[in-house]
């Protein structure tokens, strides 16, 4: 994952799902998952899943 600044919920959220998947535990996951709902809280289904599609594109391009 690339260091960048968070600047708002979206930001947030790509952030907090990049974390969840790489976790090291289910614990942590959870909880990061948990954390993302919030930060998705009153943005549309477009966005959730887009910022869904950027955090699987940033891990992929991690371990590539």
Do not use: H, S, W, Y
């Not at 979206?10 to 535990?25: G, K, N, S, Y």
């Not at 919030?38 to 910022?51: H, K, T």
Request: glycine residues 4%; negative net charge.
């Amino acid at each position: 994952m690339m260091k960048t600044e968070i600047t708002n919920n979206f930001d947030a959220l790509v952030q907090a799902l990049e974390l969840a998947i790489t976790a090291p535990t289910d614990e942590k996951a959870q909880a990061l998952t948990a954390m993302a709902e919030q930060f998705c809280a009153g943005m549309d289904e477009l966005e959730v899943a887009r910022a869904k599609k950027i955090a699987m594109e940033n891990v992929k391009g991690e371990t590539t």
